[in-house]
Protein backbone atom coordinates (compact mmCIF):
# COMPACT_ATOMS: atom_id res chain seq x y z
CA UNK A 1 0.00 0.00 0.00
CA UNK A 2 1.16 3.45 -1.20
CA UNK A 3 1.15 6.33 1.32
CA UNK A 4 0.93 9.83 0.21
CA UNK A 5 3.28 12.19 1.78
CA UNK A 6 3.01 15.24 -0.10
CA UNK A 7 0.96 17.30 2.19
CA UNK A 8 3.51 16.72 5.11
CA UNK A 9 7.14 17.55 5.18
CA UNK A 10 9.25 14.48 6.03
CA UNK A 11 11.09 13.52 8.77
CA UNK A 12 14.69 15.03 6.53
CA UNK A 13 12.47 18.64 5.71
CA UNK A 14 11.99 19.57 9.14
CA UNK A 15 14.66 21.98 10.49
CA UNK A 16 17.10 21.62 13.23
CA UNK A 17 17.03 22.86 16.58
CA UNK A 18 20.44 24.98 16.29
CA UNK A 19 18.85 26.54 12.87
CA UNK A 20 15.82 28.13 14.51
CA UNK A 21 17.43 28.97 17.16
CA UNK A 22 19.77 30.72 15.21
CA UNK A 23 17.07 32.56 13.11
CA UNK A 24 15.20 33.52 16.36
CA UNK A 25 18.52 34.87 17.53
CA UNK A 26 19.55 37.32 15.32
CA UNK A 27 16.10 38.09 14.13
CA UNK A 28 16.16 39.38 17.97
CA UNK A 29 18.91 41.27 17.34
CA UNK A 30 18.50 42.12 14.01
CA UNK A 31 22.36 41.13 13.13
CA UNK A 32 23.86 37.79 12.99
CA UNK A 33 27.32 39.51 14.50
CA UNK A 34 25.49 39.59 18.00
CA UNK A 35 23.21 36.61 17.76
CA UNK A 36 27.12 34.74 16.80
CA UNK A 37 28.32 36.47 20.23
CA UNK A 38 25.02 35.66 22.30
CA UNK A 39 25.27 31.65 20.74
CA UNK A 40 29.04 31.15 20.98
CA UNK A 41 29.15 30.87 17.22
CA UNK A 42 30.93 32.54 14.47
CA UNK A 43 28.96 35.28 12.63
CA UNK A 44 29.51 33.13 9.12
CA UNK A 45 28.62 29.86 11.11
CA UNK A 46 24.91 31.38 11.97
CA UNK A 47 24.72 32.94 9.01
CA UNK A 48 24.60 29.97 7.04
CA UNK A 49 22.27 28.19 9.26
CA UNK A 50 19.76 31.23 8.54
CA UNK A 51 20.75 30.96 4.89
CA UNK A 52 20.17 26.97 4.48
CA UNK A 53 16.86 27.18 6.57
CA UNK A 54 16.00 30.23 4.36
CA UNK A 55 16.87 27.56 1.33
CA UNK A 56 14.63 24.62 2.70
CA UNK A 57 11.80 26.80 3.08
CA UNK A 58 12.30 28.46 -0.08
CA UNK A 59 11.67 31.49 1.42
CA UNK A 60 13.37 35.01 2.04
CA UNK A 61 13.26 35.57 5.94
CA UNK A 62 16.03 38.44 6.36
CA UNK A 63 15.74 41.59 4.16
CA UNK A 64 20.03 41.57 4.02
CA UNK A 65 22.06 45.23 3.83
CA UNK A 66 25.55 46.10 4.27
CA UNK A 67 24.65 47.59 7.63
CA UNK A 68 22.04 45.44 8.81
CA UNK A 69 19.68 42.89 8.57
CA UNK A 70 15.31 42.70 8.96
CA UNK A 71 13.08 40.62 9.08
CA UNK A 72 10.66 40.10 5.97
CA UNK A 73 7.18 40.17 6.06
CA UNK A 74 7.51 36.50 6.04
CA UNK A 75 9.98 35.83 8.23
CA UNK A 76 8.26 38.40 11.40
CA UNK A 77 5.05 35.60 10.92
CA UNK A 78 7.83 32.57 10.85
CA UNK A 79 9.48 34.27 14.07
CA UNK A 80 6.65 34.39 15.90
CA UNK A 81 6.00 30.61 15.33
CA UNK A 82 9.32 29.96 15.82
CA UNK A 83 9.45 31.80 19.16
CA UNK A 84 6.37 29.63 20.70
CA UNK A 85 7.90 26.42 19.63
CA UNK A 86 11.58 27.15 21.13
CA UNK A 87 9.46 28.14 24.44
CA UNK A 88 7.57 24.70 24.36
CA UNK A 89 10.78 22.88 23.87
CA UNK A 90 12.08 24.86 26.63
CA UNK A 91 9.53 24.30 29.45
CA UNK A 92 9.18 20.42 28.20
CA UNK A 93 13.05 20.44 28.83
CA UNK A 94 13.01 21.91 32.22
CA UNK A 95 10.17 20.35 33.39
CA UNK A 96 11.77 16.87 32.60
CA UNK A 97 15.17 18.00 34.72
CA UNK A 98 13.63 18.98 37.16
CA UNK A 99 11.37 15.92 37.85
CA UNK A 100 12.57 13.18 38.48
CA UNK A 101 11.34 9.50 37.15
CA UNK A 102 8.79 9.06 39.78
CA UNK A 103 7.32 11.92 40.00
CA UNK A 104 3.99 13.49 38.57
CA UNK A 105 2.98 16.71 37.37
CA UNK A 106 -0.57 17.51 38.24
CA UNK A 107 -1.68 20.28 36.38
CA UNK A 108 -4.52 22.57 37.84
CA UNK A 109 -6.64 25.14 36.10
CA UNK A 110 -8.80 27.46 38.78
CA UNK A 111 -10.55 30.76 38.39
CA UNK A 112 -8.07 33.49 39.48
CA UNK A 113 -9.78 34.79 42.30
CA UNK A 114 -10.35 31.52 43.72
CA UNK A 115 -6.86 30.33 42.97
CA UNK A 116 -5.22 33.25 44.73
CA UNK A 117 -7.90 33.53 48.10
CA UNK A 118 -8.36 30.35 48.71
CA UNK A 119 -6.21 27.39 46.55
CA UNK A 120 -3.14 28.67 47.13
CA UNK A 121 -3.60 29.02 50.50
CA UNK A 122 -5.30 25.50 50.49
CA UNK A 123 -1.99 23.81 48.97
CA UNK A 124 0.38 25.25 51.46
CA UNK A 125 2.62 22.27 52.55
CA UNK A 126 0.42 19.73 49.97
CA UNK A 127 4.46 19.47 47.80
CA UNK A 128 6.44 18.78 51.45
CA UNK A 129 3.65 16.22 51.64
CA UNK A 130 3.95 14.48 48.86
CA UNK A 131 7.36 15.35 47.01
CA UNK A 132 6.80 13.16 44.05
CA UNK A 133 3.53 15.31 42.80
CA UNK A 134 4.45 18.37 41.20
CA UNK A 135 1.84 21.21 40.99
CA UNK A 136 1.15 23.50 37.85
CA UNK A 137 -1.38 26.10 38.65
CA UNK A 138 -2.74 27.95 35.37
CA UNK A 139 -5.55 31.12 36.63
CA UNK A 140 -8.34 31.11 33.95
CA UNK A 141 -11.47 32.10 33.25
CA UNK A 142 -12.50 29.06 31.09
CA UNK A 143 -12.91 26.95 29.12
CA UNK A 144 -11.03 24.74 31.61
CA UNK A 145 -11.18 21.38 29.66
CA UNK A 146 -10.64 20.71 25.99
CA UNK A 147 -8.78 18.61 23.38
CA UNK A 148 -5.84 21.36 23.36
CA UNK A 149 -5.65 21.50 26.79
CA UNK A 150 -4.00 18.74 29.29
CA UNK A 151 -5.60 19.69 32.47
CA UNK A 152 -5.94 16.84 35.35
CA UNK A 153 -8.16 18.86 37.76
CA UNK A 154 -10.27 22.17 37.68
CA UNK A 155 -11.73 24.24 40.17
CA UNK A 156 -14.48 26.34 39.13
CA UNK A 157 -17.77 28.39 40.23
CA UNK A 158 -21.08 26.74 38.69
CA UNK A 159 -24.07 24.21 39.02
CA UNK A 160 -21.34 21.17 39.87
CA UNK A 161 -23.16 19.49 36.25
CA UNK A 162 -20.44 19.07 33.81
CA UNK A 163 -20.57 16.32 31.69
CA UNK A 164 -17.96 13.50 31.48
CA UNK A 165 -16.77 15.35 34.84
CA UNK A 166 -16.38 14.08 38.41
CA UNK A 167 -16.97 17.18 41.27
CA UNK A 168 -16.39 17.79 44.49
CA UNK A 169 -18.47 21.02 46.11
CA UNK A 170 -15.78 22.73 48.18
CA UNK A 171 -18.15 25.90 49.82
CA UNK A 172 -21.68 28.05 48.95
CA UNK A 173 -21.12 31.22 47.43
CA UNK A 174 -22.37 33.79 50.10
CA UNK A 175 -22.15 37.52 48.84
CA UNK A 176 -21.43 40.75 51.34
CA UNK A 177 -21.32 44.41 50.61
CA UNK A 178 -18.42 45.66 51.57
CA UNK A 179 -16.04 48.65 51.51
CA UNK A 180 -12.88 50.21 52.42
CA UNK A 181 -14.00 52.43 56.26
CA UNK A 182 -12.83 55.73 54.94
CA UNK A 183 -15.93 55.46 52.54
CA UNK A 184 -18.34 56.10 54.75
CA UNK A 185 -16.71 59.52 55.57
CA UNK A 186 -18.55 62.25 54.37
CA UNK A 187 -21.25 60.08 52.96
CA UNK A 188 -25.01 59.24 54.08
CA UNK A 189 -25.31 55.24 53.73
CA UNK A 190 -28.96 54.58 53.38
CA UNK A 191 -30.96 53.46 50.28
CA UNK A 192 -33.08 56.95 49.64
CA UNK A 193 -30.06 57.94 47.14
CA UNK A 194 -27.92 55.46 45.29
CA UNK A 195 -26.21 58.12 43.76
CA UNK A 196 -24.26 58.37 47.01
CA UNK A 197 -22.38 55.72 46.78
CA UNK A 198 -20.21 54.10 43.89
CA UNK A 199 -21.12 50.20 43.45
CA UNK A 200 -18.11 48.45 42.32
CA UNK A 201 -19.00 45.91 39.14
CA UNK A 202 -18.37 42.47 38.56
CA UNK A 203 -18.40 42.01 34.80
CA UNK A 204 -19.76 38.71 34.38
CA UNK A 205 -22.63 39.32 36.69
CA UNK A 206 -23.72 42.54 35.86
CA UNK A 207 -27.42 42.17 37.44
CA UNK A 208 -25.77 41.15 40.72
CA UNK A 209 -26.07 44.50 42.55
CA UNK A 210 -30.19 44.62 41.44
CA UNK A 211 -30.71 40.83 42.49
CA UNK A 212 -29.08 41.45 45.78
CA UNK A 213 -31.40 44.31 46.37
CA UNK A 214 -34.31 42.85 45.00
CA UNK A 215 -33.81 39.75 47.48
CA UNK A 216 -34.40 42.43 50.11
CA UNK A 217 -37.76 43.74 48.68
CA UNK A 218 -35.98 46.73 48.41
CA UNK A 219 -37.07 49.19 45.38
CA UNK A 220 -34.17 51.17 43.79
CA UNK A 221 -34.99 53.62 41.33
CA UNK A 222 -32.32 55.03 38.96
CA UNK A 223 -29.45 53.16 37.67
CA UNK A 224 -26.35 51.64 39.86
CA UNK A 225 -23.30 52.93 38.47
CA UNK A 226 -19.63 51.97 39.26
CA UNK A 227 -16.34 50.75 37.97
CA UNK A 228 -16.39 47.62 36.34
CA UNK A 229 -13.80 44.56 36.76
CA UNK A 230 -13.08 41.14 35.29
CA UNK A 231 -12.61 39.29 38.75
CA UNK A 232 -13.24 39.74 41.93
CA UNK A 233 -9.83 39.58 43.14
CA UNK A 234 -9.87 43.47 40.96
CA UNK A 235 -13.05 43.88 42.76
CA UNK A 236 -11.52 43.21 46.04
CA UNK A 237 -8.46 45.88 45.56
CA UNK A 238 -11.02 48.37 44.24
CA UNK A 239 -12.69 48.29 47.40
CA UNK A 240 -9.74 48.58 49.60
CA UNK A 241 -8.30 51.57 47.71
CA UNK A 242 -11.84 53.08 48.30
CA UNK A 243 -13.22 53.28 44.84
CA UNK A 244 -16.76 52.05 46.38
CA UNK A 245 -18.67 49.31 47.56
CA UNK A 246 -18.31 46.18 46.36
CA UNK A 247 -20.68 42.73 46.43
CA UNK A 248 -17.91 39.68 46.79
CA UNK A 249 -18.19 36.27 48.41
CA UNK A 250 -17.44 36.14 52.04
CA UNK A 251 -14.92 33.33 51.77
CA UNK A 252 -12.25 35.39 49.85
CA UNK A 253 -12.09 38.08 52.52
CA UNK A 254 -12.14 36.96 55.63
CA UNK A 255 -8.90 38.46 56.50
CA UNK A 256 -9.90 41.62 55.45
CA UNK A 257 -12.85 41.54 57.61
CA UNK A 258 -10.86 40.11 60.76
CA UNK A 259 -8.37 42.97 60.45
CA UNK A 260 -11.22 45.88 59.42
CA UNK A 261 -9.59 47.01 56.43
CA UNK A 262 -12.76 46.16 54.97
CA UNK A 263 -16.19 46.84 56.68
CA UNK A 264 -19.76 45.06 55.73
CA UNK A 265 -22.01 48.05 54.63
CA UNK A 266 -25.42 46.67 54.81
CA UNK A 267 -26.36 43.60 56.75
CA UNK A 268 -27.54 41.14 54.09
CA UNK A 269 -26.01 38.15 53.07
CA UNK A 270 -27.20 36.58 49.24
CA UNK A 271 -26.48 33.54 48.85
CA UNK A 272 -24.99 32.76 45.43
CA UNK A 273 -27.02 30.87 42.51
CA UNK A 274 -24.11 28.16 42.42
CA UNK A 275 -21.08 26.87 44.11
CA UNK A 276 -17.21 26.16 44.33
CA UNK A 277 -15.97 22.74 42.97
CA UNK A 278 -13.26 20.71 42.26
CA UNK A 279 -14.11 18.60 39.16
CA UNK A 280 -12.00 16.21 37.14
CA UNK A 281 -12.55 13.80 34.01
CA UNK A 282 -13.98 10.95 35.07
CA UNK A 283 -11.36 9.26 33.78
CA UNK A 284 -8.98 10.72 36.13
CA UNK A 285 -10.94 9.24 39.37
CA UNK A 286 -8.35 6.41 39.87
CA UNK A 287 -5.56 8.41 39.80
CA UNK A 288 -3.20 8.53 42.69
CA UNK A 289 -2.38 12.53 41.99
CA UNK A 290 -5.67 13.42 41.95
CA UNK A 291 -6.84 11.37 44.98
CA UNK A 292 -3.89 12.58 47.19
CA UNK A 293 -5.23 16.02 46.55
CA UNK A 294 -8.76 15.58 47.17
CA UNK A 295 -7.94 13.85 50.09
CA UNK A 296 -5.57 16.87 51.36
CA UNK A 297 -8.30 19.49 50.63
CA UNK A 298 -11.06 17.44 52.89
CA UNK A 299 -8.47 17.59 55.54
CA UNK A 300 -8.28 21.56 55.34
CA UNK A 301 -11.24 21.98 54.59
CA UNK A 302 -12.55 23.12 58.49
CA UNK A 303 -15.83 24.05 59.80
CA UNK A 304 -16.52 27.44 58.61
CA UNK A 305 -19.88 29.74 59.65
CA UNK A 306 -20.80 32.07 57.00
CA UNK A 307 -22.12 35.15 58.00
CA UNK A 308 -26.36 34.70 57.54
CA UNK A 309 -29.11 37.43 57.77
CA UNK A 310 -30.84 35.89 61.36
Not at 239 to 250: C, D, F, H, Q
Not at 265 to 288: E, H, I
Not at 294 to 303: A, M, T, V
Amino acid sequence: MKTDTSSSLGFRAYPSTKALQCFETAARHSSFTYAAQEMHMTQRAVSKQVTQLEEMLNTALFYRTSRQISLTPAGKVYYVEVLNILKHIEVATTNLLSHNDESELLRIVSHPTLCSRWLIPALKGFSEEHPLINLEIIEQVGPFFSENKNVDIAFLYGTGIWDGMETVKLFDEYSVAVCNPTYFQNRDMCFENIDNYNFIQFNSRPNAWYEYFKQQDLNIEGTIDGPRFDTFQACISAALAGYGIALVPSHFIKSELQSKNLVQVFDYVMQGRGSYYVTYPLSLGSSYKVRMVLEWLSNYIESYTEPSNE
